[in-house]
């Protein structure tokens, strides 16, 4: 392999690990208030497809990001809905939010676009195009720090926000008042409650968190990663973000790094197609499964270990 | 300290709730149809016409109530152990290996031999990649929603590598295996032309008949064997379970094989019966339209049966008014799919206050 | 003086279940007020209620002498009202500091929260020896610092009064007596103490008053220096229930279990069964005496096989059995066992009678040969145990869950009695069971022994200790205090059973 590519390829991993550090973090949010959330991939999925209609409409990818965090937003108010106030099944409820997600995304686009799902492709105005940070040009002749600029720099503005949503998340779980009662809200919901705090309050703000953070995710898939929605376009990411929160010990900074290295493992899919280790090619597959291969072998306790807040996945009654 | 969800009458907890979750489902698909612009009840009559109107939309219905049929009863199976199996898609997937492995390299067999061979191999191949995660859960406390969510990606990126670098035929350049020839299924037309029947076109062939038995054997495994009672206990009380001395390690990996052993079988119905060779995502989703399909059907085999149907009425029907109205795209079952699993599973109680309100009597 | 708290006319229901009716009561300030009643006298619902966990259907609360509305636990807490549940409501990760603010943040930062709480905690634990260690996880702190946690919780909120519930039944005696000595220390200095218990010798130890419920009432209030328990125990139970059962002298043979040396440690390595040797024959009752949790449900689990000993030996007629750890080979063998917890493990509630009569001994060939099951043996088997325990409904095909309290009692006792076991470990057999169903319960115990059996008795209730068995051994603290007849006198039991066992043996 051509090491003048390296740049390339770590560049190509931070953008692939976005849409999958801003859903562990969504997942992160929602599963420290103790609601499980298997719809990650659906509301992205929704929110890419709102996002993609949105600012093909509106000629804006102001406007895209908009309705694609309500689109988001709305989805998770089900979700929430679904687990706190019915107390249903949390994984059930999100297995159906994420086949409402694929299959509203390709009716409704069928009908306004009738391109069989697709949207058309949008311009340059309708997406998050790539921002050069200041300096960055300046330094395409040095030849070390020529290829950090080249990582580091030419990214879209949701890249950077997304880089910057991983340390405030860590503080404001560790150091605000609401990240404090957050996290105990998913470990013993009764102290909460006993505590004057409500419960079903609490959940619900984290609940709308990860259908925001979703919700930027999907508009950042449809609208800075690729310039139109096609079927499925979240491809797995929901589930591979989970993997990653899980990975990361249900932690902000982990998350961060678990997503990079997700985000690497796809890049070097996608450049290393038809690599070779001696006479054995390695298959592209073997780079996607990577992640999953890893979440396995991580659950199973082979690696260190991973613990989840104690009540996720519980529905909260007072009768004890 | 009171439980009020125990006290109303049975014939409103399981079939009259039951139908107004279903009930409210559709008519959410209908509001989705009327925002498309289309009138709901003028598509309502082309699907039933699609799939009830003529001897190939009964056909199609059973091709599809075959699978989905085969998947509801793998998720249900494992819900009665108390786990929630969302691979049924990949196991399906898997399975499809066996069969090909079976039928591909056994074709010197007659075909009352290679068949069954094929048959048992797809549902242990399926078998197999559910009991890794039954494994995993039982010995290492992997939590089984997300190992099985993992292993469909993983038989997923699997049998892309394999069709394509193994079983593709060189030369080819559709990504699909060679056609099997000894494992083959005849399908009801072909199986008329012997007898001299003329049929239409089918998909529809004897493994619909593999699909009953295993409603059957499930509903016999269940409520008329041993393990099927050390199942049910495990899912409704593991301390009673372990009072009772039933080891649950071995259930749950027991439960999670047998689970997967039924997903698998839909290779047979698609790999041996219809496509008759190994393509890319062959089970087409139909193991998560079996989530909805058992939280339709309760986890009951009959109730299963009969949500197979339904879905398959709403897969022909759909398909059929996809052509119809081209405007409505065959993706709108997936929302009834979606729909159904929403107010059937999550919502379950979503009426039932209302219900309580109805029906409960005061006492003094 | 106005009283701290009033409870006037506090009326409350749960669907069928009438928990508190008309229930008045009145709280001096600066005192210790102890409340006392059987299991499901309304006590903890009542406590509920003024703490805002749960809403009165009817009547009023006043502190201070003003009538408030509390609708949640931040209004209580609003009104100086905080409260010590029995299962703790700490945060298990936390840290002693974080569990204290959590709910008292006072402003979007936690970090001067934090400070505040941490000068706070020291200057709580100058005045009323209440040291714990503000870095500690709570997880890793022992029980009873953790209940220390929970009343600095309370204080850092601003408590006036505070409500305990059966704060002493997790806690070792030392603990206990610690607690009490703290509790004494707040009243001195201006607080007011609500102690719910059903322990009689708590509150003549410690409280000022004392008010008595049962069935959902308030029977009365005594000051307790005027009190007995003799008169508070008439008080509790209404009418004087003597558990006395016929009984014929037991004619013990050769032992059937014999226990070596037995230990059991949790999973943090606390030993709950601490070297415990003892032995049962045949034809007697062996009782086993204490306060729950003293490592009587550990060491059941471990005879049944469904716990595996950490050390130690137990012989069962003259096979180890401890080893094995499985139930189902001692069914075999003929060991049954009525579990300790009939809801959760002695039948399941989503199952039909008959289906929860097998529960255990589904295994047996008369059942259906091989993996079959015979649905049509286990109806006839369940019909014929209903009719021999006089269960009501006699139905096999109704839903476990749906039979009362007493009857799902004869439904398990009946499937463990009906296997002709040579040993019958028992926890609990009357736990929550009517007065009829209990003498039922008892005659039949007392027949099986008679017939030649060996069985083991645990339970709390020491007066049912004391009229079914003919040996008592005392569990304290995971150890066997000592060994005593069935003669032995109740106060020297209540000793042993407080862990003051030198002296007395």
Redesign the interface.
């Known amino acids: 392999m051509d090491p003048s590519l390296i740049p390339e390829i770590l560049a190509s991993s931070i953008r692939m690990a976005v849409p999958l550090i801003l859903a562990s973090l969504a997942g992160l949010w929602s599963e420290r208030s103790g609601i499980v959330d298997i719809g990650l991939e659906g509301k992205m999925l929704a929110a890419a497809f709102a996002a993609a209609s949105a600012s093909f409409y509106f000629q804006s990818a102001w406007a895209g990001l908009f309705i694609a965090i309500l689109v988001s937003l709305a989805m998770a108010l089900v979700h929430g809905y679904a687990s706190i106030n019915q107390r249903g099944n949390q994984v059930v409820s999100g297995v159906a939010i994420n086949m409402l997600a694929a299959g509203l995304a390709v009716v409704l686009g069928n009908t306004w676009f009738k391109e069989g799902g697709r949207t058309p492709a949008l311009s340059e105005a309708m997406r998050f195009m790539p921002i050069d940070l200041p300096g960055a040009t300046a330094l395409a002749d040095i030849p070390v720090l020529a290829g950090l600029a080249k990582i580091v720099s030419g990214h879209s503005l949701l890249t950077y926000l997304a880089l910057a949503l991983v340390p405030l998340s860590a503080w404001a779980l560790a150091r605000t008042r609401f990240g404090l009662r957050l996290r105990a809200v998913g470990e013993n919901p009764h102290a909460v409650d006993t505590a004057g705090i409500s419960v079903a309050r609490l959940r619900y703000q984290a609940v709308i968190i990860a259908g925001v953070l979703c919700g930027i995710a999907g508009a950042y898939i449809s609208t800075s990663l690729s310039a139109s929605f096609v079927r499925d376009m979240s491809a797995g990411r929901g589930f591979m973000a989970l993997a990653a929160l899980i990975f990361a010990n249900w932690r902000a900074w982990p998350a961060l790094y678990t997503c990079l290295l997700f985000g690497f493992l796809q890049a070097i899919g996608n450049f290393m197609q038809g690599a070779r280790i001696g006479q054995f090619e390695i298959p592209v597959q073997f780079f996607n499964t990577l992640p999953y291969l890893m979440t396995v072998v991580l659950l199973a306790g082979f690696i260190g270990k991973s613990i989840p807040p104690r009540a996720s996945g519980i529905p909260y009654t007072k009768d004890r | 300290?009171?439980?009020?969800r125990?006290?109303l009458p049975a014939w409103v907890d399981i079939g009259l709730i039951p139908l107004l979750n279903l009930a409210v489902a559709l008519i959410v698909a209908g509001l989705?149809v009327v925002?498309?612009?289309e009138n709901p009840l003028q598509a309502l009559g082309i699907m039933l016409n699609g799939a009830l109107g003529s001897f190939k939309g009964w056909s199609y219905l059973f091709y599809y109530t075959t699978n989905f049929t085969f998947t509801g009863l793998a998720v249900a199976v494992a819900f009665h152990a108390g786990l929630?199996n969302?691979g049924g898609e990949g196991q399906a997937y898997f399975a499809g290996l066996g069969a090909a492995i079976v039928g591909l390299n056994l074709e010197f067999l007659p075909w009352p031999i290679v068949i069954p061979l094929a048959v048992l191999a797809s549902a242990g191949f399926g078998a197999f990649w559910a009991w890794v995660p039954g494994v995993?859960q039982a010995k290492?406390?992997?939590?089984i929603?997300?190992?099985t969510?993992?292993?469909n990606?993983?038989a997923a990126?699997?049998m892309?590598?394999l069709i394509n670098?193994v079983f593709r035929p060189v030369g080819r350049m559709a990504v699909e295996s060679r056609e099997i020839t000894g494992a083959y299924i005849l399908n009801f037309r072909e199986l008329g032309r012997l007898i001299g029947w003329k049929l239409p076109s089918t998909p529809l062939n004897p493994t619909i008949f593999l699909a009953f038995l295993a409603a059957w054997g499930v509903w016999y495994l269940l409520?008329?064997?041993?393990?099927?009672?050390?199942i049910?206990?495990v899912g409704?009380?593991p301390?009673?379970a372990?009072?009772?001395?039933i080891d649950q390690a071995r259930i749950i990996t027991v439960s999670m094989a047998i689970s997967g052993a039924l997903a698998g079988l839909l290779s047979v119905n698609e790999v041996l019966g219809v496509q008759h060779r190994l393509l890319l995502e062959f089970a087409g989703g139909a193991g998560?339209v079996g989530?909805a399909v058992a939280?339709m059907g309760r986890s009951h085999p009959v109730g299963i049966v009969l949500a197979a149907m339904l879905f398959g009425l709403l897969y022909q029907g759909g398909t059929e008014l996809s052509f119809a109205r081209p405007?409505?795209?065959r993706?709108?079952?997936?929302?009834?799919?979606?729909?159904v699993?929403?107010f059937m599973?999550?919502?379950?109680?979503?009426f039932r206050p209302w219900m309580a309100a109805l029906f409960f009597k005061p006492?003094? | 003086m106005t009283p701290a708290i009033e409870l006037i006319g506090i009326d409350k229901r749960f669907g069928s279940v009438h928990a508190n009716k008309d229930v008045s009561l009145a709280i001096g300030k600066g005192s210790i007020h102890g409340i006392i009643g059987e299991n499901g006298a309304g006590k903890s619902t009542l406590m509920s209620i003024l703490f805002g966990f749960y809403h009165a259907d009817k009547g009023e609360i006043r502190v201070g002498g003003k009538p408030v509305k509390i609708k949640s636990s931040a209004d209580a807490i609003a009104h100086g009202v905080g409260m010590v549940h029995q299962h703790f409501m700490l945060v298990e990760p936390f840290t002693v500091l974080e569990n204290v603010v959590l709910g008292a943040e006072g402003a979007a930062l936690i970090g001067p929260a934090l400070a505040r709480a941490r000068a706070e905690l020291e200057h709580l634990a100058h005045n009323y020896e209440l040291d714990v260690d503000p870095d500690a996880t709570i997880g890793e702190l022992p029980v009873g610092l953790q209940q220390r946690v929970e009343i600095l919780k309370a204080l850092f909120k601003g408590a006036e009064v505070l409500i305990l519930d059966e704060p002493t039944g997790v806690l070792t005696p030392d603990e206990a007596d610690q607690l009490f000595r703290i509790l004494g220390t707040l009243r001195d200095q201006g607080k007011t103490v609500i102690l719910i218990t059903h322990k009689l010798r708590e509150i003549m130890a410690i409280t000022d008053r004392v008010s008595v419920m049962r069935r959902g009432e308030m029977v009365g209030t005594k000051e307790t220096k005027q009190t007995s328990v003799e008169e508070l125990a008439e008080m509790m139970v209404g009418r004087r229930v003597l558990l006395r059962v016929e009984k014929g002298e037991a004619n013990p043979g050769e032992t059937v279990l014999e226990v070596k040396n037995l230990t059991w440690r949790d999973r943090k390595g606390t030993a709950r069964v601490d070297n415990v040797s003892f032995n049962v024959r045949k034809g007697e009752i062996v009782g086993i005496a204490g306060v729950s949790g003293n490592g009587q449900s550990e060491l059941l689990d471990v005879i049944a096989g469904i716990a595996r000993a950490t050390s130690g030996e137990i012989v069962f007629e003259g096979k180890s059995i401890g080893a094995l750890a499985d139930p189902r080979y001692l069914r075999r063998e003929g060991v049954a066992h009525v579990p300790e917890d009939r809801q959760h493990r002695g039948l399941v509630n989503s199952f039909d009678a008959s289906e929860s009569s097998i529960l255990g001994w589904h295994f047996e060939e008369t059942l259906g040969r091989g993996f079959h099951l015979d649905r049509r043996a286990v109806v006839e088997r369940c019909r014929h145990e209903m009719q021999d325990f006089d269960v009501r409904p006699a139905d096999p095909y109704l839903k476990s869950a749906k039979f009362s309290g007493g009857n799902q009692q004869k439904i398990i006792l009946a499937r463990e009695i009906s296997r002709d076991p040579d040993l019958l470990i028992v926890g609990q057999p009357t736990r929550g069971v009517d007065i009829g169903a209990i003498e039922f319960i008892h005659k039949r115990l007392i027949a099986l022994r008679d017939q030649g059996k060996a069985i083991l008795l645990v339970s709390v209730e020491l007066d049912e200790i004391r009229s079914l068995s003919d040996r008592i051994l005392v569990m304290f603290a995971g150890k066997i205090m000592g060994e005593r007849d069935a003669s032995a006198d109740e106060r020297e039991l209540g000793l042993l059973m407080a862990g003051v066992a030198k002296e007395a043996a």
């Open positions: 300290m009171a439980a009020p125990s006290e989705v925002i498309i612009g929630f969302i995993l290492r406390g992997s939590h929603v997300i190992t969510i993992m292993f990606f993983i990126s699997l892309v590598y670098n409520w008329r064997t041993k393990l099927g009672y050390e049910r206990t409704a009380n301390e009673a372990a009072y009772a001395g998560f989530i939280l405007l409505i795209s993706d709108m079952i997936v929302v009834i799919q979606g729909l699993i929403l599973g999550a919502l379950e109680y979503a006492e003094d």
